[in-house]
T-cell receptor, first 113, second 117 residues
Framework: ELKVEQNPLFLSMQEGKNYTIYCNYSTTSDRLYWYRQDPGKSLESLFVLLSNGAVKQEGRLMASLDTKARLSTLHITAAVHDLSATYFC?????????????FGKGTHLIIQP | GAVVSQHPSWVICKSGTSVKIECRSL??????MFWYRQFPKQSLMLMAT?????????EQGVEKDKFLINHASLTLSTLTVTSAHPEDSSFYICSAKNLAGNPYEQYFGPGTRLTVT
């Protein structure tokens, strides 16, 4: 059974600070996704990581993937209030067909002025 | 491009009744759609994988007779919650893959909030 663990589950930080969210998963996969969810809304795709060593950046967010360690990170640089949201990582089973995603529990991020 | 819609966006129904939720890919064809459920302040859980023209594949613990899924065309999948009970109240989100586009991307609908009274 594929398991995805995120930490921390809750993070309160000040604007301007840097922080990292970690995502560990239990079985072989090279498809790792990061999503953002605002309260009452659906998911917004942030990053799709498809290979070992993949690194993607968008604004103040940067995601990386280490398939050997089964670890992905989402790094926040110089946080701003608008980044307050819940962030999910998700892993797709590598089964050859179309597979649904297994999500981590999410990291509830609050960025205070 | 790659827009997924859901209808209705929210619905309230009485216990014992059935409710249908639609998931449409508006500008692309999707052989596969997925249905997820999210309880308040929790993560998303995959319920089932919906394939056009064939029976849906349900995840362990999801009652197929209670959550009926029909994927009648390349742009429409429906989820019917039968004999709904208050514990079925949740946020239901579908996603779809674009055949002709990025095979790794899943496009999520805006979700349907179901409240069973």
């Amino acid at each position: 059974e594929l398991k995805v663990e995120q930490n921390p589950l809750f993070l309160s930080m000040q604007e301007g600070k840097n922080y990292t969210i970690y995502c560990n998963y239990s079985t072989t996969s090279d498809r790792l996704y990061w999503y953002r969810q605002d309260p009452g809304k659906s998911l917004e795709s942030l990053f799709v990581l498809l290979s070992n060593g993949a690194v993607k950046q968008e604004g103040r967010l940067m995601a990386s993937l280490d398939t050997k360690a089964r670890l992905s990170t989402l790094h926040i640089t110089a946080a701003v209030h608008d980044l307050s949201a819940t962030y999910f990582c998700a892993v797709e089973k590598v089964g050859g067909g179309a597979d649904g995603l297994t999500f981590g529990k999410g990291t509830h991020l609050i960025i205070q002025p | 491009g790659a827009v997924v819609s859901q209808h209705p966006s929210w619905v309230i129904c009485k216990s014992g009744t059935s409710v249908k939720i639609e998931c449409r890919s508006l500008d692309f064809q999707a052989t596969t759609m997925f249905w997820y459920r999210q309880f308040p302040k929790q993560s998303l859980m995959l319920m089932a994988t919906s394939n056009e023209g064939s029976k849906a594949t349900y995840e362990q613990g999801v009652e197929k007779d209670k959550f009926l899924i029909n994927h009648a065309s390349l742009t429409l999948s429906t989820l019917t919650v039968t004999s709904a009970h208050p514990e079925d109240s949740s946020f239901y989100i579908c996603s779809a893959k674009n055949l002709a586009g990025n095979p790794y991307e899943q496009y999520f609908g805006p979700g349907t909030r179901l409240t069973v009274t």
